[in-house]
Nanobody, 116 residues
Framework: QARVVESGGGLVQPGGSLRLSCICS????????MRWYRQAPGRQRELVAA???????VTADSGKGRFIFSGDTAKARVYLQMNSLKPEEPAKYCC??????????WGQGIQVTVSS
C-alpha cells in the first residue's frame, strides 16, 4: 500500500516563497507520474505541475516564471518551490501519484495561506 505525504505548507506574505515536498513510500517502483494539484474554496481543482517516469515535466501557466518544479519519480519525491506568491493563491495543495499499470494515491494535502 502506497502512502503519500506532503510537507512545507504554511502562511506566507504576498510576494513570499514556500517550498512544498511530496514523498511517496510503498510501491515506488511502479510509479508512473507524480503531480501537484491545488484547490481553493469554491474553485475547481487545478493541476500545478507534473512529472512522469520518462522525465517529462510540465508546469501550469499560472506558475510559469514563479514556480520551480523538481523531482524524480524513481526516488518517489517531488518538490514545488513557489516564489512571488499572490494573494489569490491560497489553496490546499495535494500531491497525486499514479502507478503502472493502474492505481493512484493522494496525499492528505497541505494548506498554503497567502496573507499580510
Amino acid at each position: 500500500q502506497a502512502r503519500v505525504v506532503e510537507s512545507g505548507g504554511g502562511l506566507v506574505q504576498p510576494g513570499g516563497s514556500l517550498r512544498l515536498s511530496c514523498i511517496c513510500s510503498g510501491s515506488i517502483f511502479s510509479i508512473y507520474a507524480m503531480r501537484w494539484y491545488r484547490q481553493a474554496p469554491g474553485r475547481q481543482r487545478e493541476l500545478v505541475a507534473a512529472i512522469t517516469r520518462g522525465g517529462g515535466s510540465v508546469t501550469a501557466d499560472s506558475g510559469k516564471g514563479r514556480f520551480i518544479f523538481s523531482g524524480d519519480t524513481a526516488k518517489a519525491r517531488v518538490y514545488l518551490q513557489m516564489n512571488s506568491l499572490k494573494p489569490e493563491e491560497p489553496a490546499k495543495y495535494c500531491c497525486h501519484v499514479s502507478f503502472n499499470p493502474v492505481g493512484e494515491e493522494w496525499g492528505q494535502g497541505i494548506q498554503v495561506t497567502v496573507s499580510s
